[in-house]
């Protein structure tokens, strides 16, 4: 496991987003 800051976690998801709108939504879930 490791751990990111609010922000770079932001920045990931909206990353995500934009390529993987499905997977965004399942790694969001699971990181709670």
Known sequence: MFT????ALEVI???I???KPDSA????????
């Open 4 to 7: 990111v800051t609010e922000k």
């Open 13 to 15: 998801k909206d990353f």
């Open 17 to 19: 987003k934009a390529k």
């Open 25 to 32: 939504v399942r790694i969001t879930m699971s990181i709670g």
